[in-house]
């Protein structure tokens, strides 16, 4: 952990990153104009993957050398991790693991192509967009475990329709048994991360305010109350 919270704050062992001037107000009204005539979800992550494929991006393979350069190991781990992603095309969401036949790097790539800013990732054919387009936080797909831990570094405002958004997520994961603790940004970690969050000079002070935030957090994990409901609005940003 201390590796990699000095890659975000030594600018000698920071990586390269493409800069994006993006602001995130401009941002939601542009999105929110490409799904205005979608009626159904599925048509408006349609809208929003063929805005995506049409958007001028930098090309793929130079954001997909930036994520390659990130990524401490380009193996997946041996644990359980799943990365979500969108069909650009067909809409459908995509879970991309261990086991799926789908290396980390494309993998990852995939599930952060900002529609309209990235380019969408191409696997096997098929281009993919942000899972983010699907949910949040998509903290549905933790169902199945005790403890769940939810990080959501914008808040969790959801900016797409879902069929699954996060208050219904954790509603659910609770009433299975799971413990649920959400973490949003603190005031401090909002002004660090700003108007932009895609800007690279950002990581500095984003890390900073981040892991101040998160050494202050006080959670308390009790198996006694299976139904507890613990909510700490705050995140830990690095």
């Not at 001037?21 to 159904?40: H, K, P, Q, W, Y």
């Not at 991790?81 to 693991?97: C, T």
């Amino acid at each position: 952990m201390d590796e990699l919270y000095a890659w975000q704050v030594e600018p000698e062992l920071q990586t390269t990153e493409i800069a994006v001037n993006v602001d995130l107000e401009s941002f939601v009204v542009e999105i929110a104009g490409v799904m205005r005539n979608a009626s159904t979800i599925p048509d408006m992550r349609r809208a929003v993957g063929k805005f995506a494929l049409d958007a001028a991006t930098v090309p793929e393979p130079e954001r997909r050398a930036v994520i390659e350069s990130r990524l401490p190991s380009h193996e997946w781990p041996v644990r359980a991790l799943k990365l979500v992603a969108v069909d650009a095309e067909s809409g459908a969401p995509r879970v991309f693991e261990n086991g799926s036949g789908v290396s980390l790097v494309d993998a990852v790539t995939a599930s952060c192509a900002v529609p309209g800013i990235w380019p969408p990732a191409t696997i096997d054919g098929r281009r993919y967009i942000d899972g983010g387009v699907r949910s949040s936080a998509n903290a549905d797909y933790a169902v199945g475990a005790s403890r769940v831990l939810v990080i959501v570094p914008m808040g969790n405002a959801e900016l797409f329709p879902s069929e699954k958004p996060l208050t219904q997520a954790v509603d659910e994961l609770r009433a299975g048994g799971a413990e649920v603790v959400i973490v949003e940004p603190d005031e401090a970690s909002r002004a660090a991360i700003s108007t932009n969050p895609l800007d690279p000079s950002t990581r500095k002070p984003a890390a900073e305010a981040g892991r101040a935030q998160g050494r202050g957090l006080k959670i308390e994990w009790s198996r006694s109350r299976p139904y507890a409901r613990p909510t700490v609005r705050r995140h830990g940003h690095a």
